[in-house]
């Protein structure tokens, strides 16, 4: 079970790309929950972190391998706090989705320093949380920034699904 929880749902094993495929897996089961609520999806997620912090000190300290590349949770962590953060539109959830795996990947300024100083699930989770925050405030920062110039951040295809 612990397994099927820290891979989310076994998409960290995939050969190519675990972490994304497992941000992904994360946007599918959370596109539902943003519908309903972008408050509900950020408290999941912080409530997700909590226990996936948990589960992985766990898995550590039964031999698995620090931030293990099959451990994904953390990925839906940061990207649900980024989908809630921007709200339910097509254009946000995509930019969210597209700043955090730059941000997990890249991993800039503090999100390396905890990525590589921090031990134990904190660590794992703690950099992509951060990951998905700053992925948010980028995407609201854009989206402010178009809306001074009165651009519509819609751009036609992606307009918002709650409209």
């Not at 509900?40 to 997620?45: G, Q």
Request: hydrophobic share 55%; no cysteine.
């Amino acid at each position: 079970m612990r397994e099927l929880f820290l891979t989310l749902f076994y998409s960290g094993k995939s050969s190519v790309a675990p972490g994304t495929m497992g941000s992904l897996v994360a946007l599918i089961i959370g596109l539902p929950i943003l519908y309903f609520s972008s408050e509900t999806i950020f408290l999941f997620a912080i409530f997700i972190g909590i226990i996936a912090i948990k589960q992985i000190d766990i898995y550590e300290k039964n031999g698995g391998i620090h931030d293990d590349k099959s451990i994904v949770i953390d990925e839906l962590v940061g990207l649900w706090l980024a989908m809630g953060m921007v709200g339910f539109s097509l254009s946000g959830i995509i930019m969210a989705f597209l700043f955090f795996r730059l941000y997990d990947i890249w991993k800039p300024s503090i999100i390396g320093k905890i990525d590589r100083e921090i031990k134990g699930g904190l660590g794992v989770v703690g950099d992509d949380a951060l990951a998905g925050l700053l992925a948010g405030l980028s995407v609201l920062i854009i989206l402010r920034i178009l809306s001074f110039f009165q651009i519509s951040p819609n751009w036609g295809l992606f307009q918002s699904f709650a409209q």
